[in-house]
């Protein structure tokens, strides 16, 4: 009888929401953990009714039980890096900061605060708590363009404006900060990342598609993923924005019972692209 074969792949943690449509939160983070070749974690913060085109109802886990998840799951598995998602409430966000005391590793924290429909994913209040608890303890942080409008409390409309509100977060919370252009009326997509004397700026082609359910997620899990495998934060940019191109360029199309299309991302589309002939 043979032995079995052991294999020890690095670990990351998502604390997120759960999307049952299986395009963003946490189905979404460990689609592209899987991909990344990451063994892949998960904490729940809230059951959401969704799918691409509307939000039904956000049903928050109570704070106490996200805390028991994260704890239990810290102190059990290495841990190479942690990306956060969805923490819907003030409660929650204190509930997922005190969890994370000891924690030493990568931190990607992704401020969700809305839906690709528009719907708010946020308590008021979670805001704040952002700001004091998790923004100044995280290696990166990444907003899209109305999450760094917001946080930074100016307008963003221009490119310039994108990097004006990136230095301005860097500088009061100390963290790299990434400020995702995708939601810029411009021809091309720009992506800022500022951090401790490195400034870098990716220009991507604009794709004219409606699968873009997820995008924000989808990225934050692939630069955690790819700081956990020892990537610098230059390096872990430029790969995640790589690879979420990709997810877009080949996503998938289904049509629903009424005969309407509806789109998802494709996580496994950069390595389909490899293996192609």
Known sequence: MSEATFHTPTVVLTIAGSDCSGGAGAQADLKVFQHFEIYGLSAITCVVAETPREVGSVHPVPPEIVAEQVSMLLRTYPVAAVKTGMLY???????????????????????????????????????????????????VITPNIDEAARLAGEEITTRE????????????????????????????????????????????????????????????????????????????????????????????????PEGRPIHALNQNAEKERRTVR
């Open 161 to 256: 404006h994108a990097e004006a509100s990136a230095r301005r977060l860097f500088e009061k919370y100390g963290t790299a900060v990434v400020v995702k252009g995708g939601h810029l009326k411009t021809k091309r997509c720009h992506d800022f990342l500022c951090g401790e004397n490195l400034a870098c700026w990716l220009d991507s082609e604009r794709l004219d598609t409606p699968a873009s359910h997820g995008t924000g997620c989808t990225f934050a899990a692939a630069m955690a993923a790819c700081l956990a495998h020892g990537e610098d934060l230059v390096d872990s940019f430029k790969r995640a924005n790589s690879f979420v191109f990709q997810a877009l360029t080949r996503g998938f199309v289904w049509n629903d």
């Open 89 to 139: 409430s003030r409660a929650h966000i204190e509930a997922v900061a005190g969890a994370l005391d000891g924690y030493a590793g990568p931190l990607v924290v992704d401020p969700v605060m809305m839906a690709s429909t528009g719907d708010s994913l946020i308590e008021r209040d979670a805001v704040s708590a952002y700001r004091s608890l998790l923004f100044p303890r995280a290696t």
